[in-house]
């Protein structure tokens, strides 16, 4: 059983450096003790994935984990708990969309944010086996979010446009 570990916000340096791959011949206990803490500190909170930044360790994992009826996006699917060590994303196409995403480490506040729709996803798994897949809409939107925070950048970082933020408040009270 992981700890829950606080999430690091907006401004403390550890979001911003680029993350160091796992070897991934040693998948140790140290590596799945980190899973495990993201696993509690994800279940703890209202989010759909973490990455290791966010608890303040600057290693290539993300966990994520999303329940179709508590996602605010159409093409949103269910997505069970899954570790990613060393994750990678290749798009598909050049289609994008522009929706508005949240973070756990940007608390309050939603940003409107450019992704590519279809893409590849390579990652391993807990065990050390390679794992390929295509994915496309919310889930493809997801792990660029999150692959984000392993090379040092949070959606404030991919906001465009002037009106790009909204409180989450906000974001309910006018159906953003």
């Known amino acids: 059983m992981g700890k829950i570990i606080k999430v690091r916000e907006v401004g403390d340096p550890v979001l911003n450096k ?17 899973i495990d803490d993201l696993k509690a500190t994800l279940e703890d909170g209202v989010g759909v994935g973490i990455a290791a930044p966010q608890i303040g360790i600057n290693k290539r994992i993300i966990v994520v984990e999303a329940k179709k009826e508590n996602v605010r996006y159409n093409d949103a699917e269910d997505i069970p708990l899954t570790a990613m060590i060393n994750p990678k994303w290749e798009k598909l196409s050049d289609e994008t969309d522009v929706q508005f995403e949240a973070c756990l480490s940007v608390p309050a506040i939603a940003g409107k944010v450019e992704r590519f729709k279809h893409i590849t996803l390579q990652y391993y798994n807990e065990q050390g086996e390679k794992i390929e897949k295509e994915i496309h809409g919310f ?3 997801l792990i660029q979010h999150e692959c984000d925070h392993l090379d040092g950048f949070t959606l404030l970082n991919r906001v465009r446009e002037k009106d790009g933020f909204a409180t989450k408040e906000n974001r309910k009270k006018y159906n953003l």
């Open 18 to 34: 680029m993350s160091k791959e796992v070897d991934i011949t040693n998948i140790n206990s140290d590596v799945l003790d980190i």
């Open 139 to 141: 889930f493809a939107r």
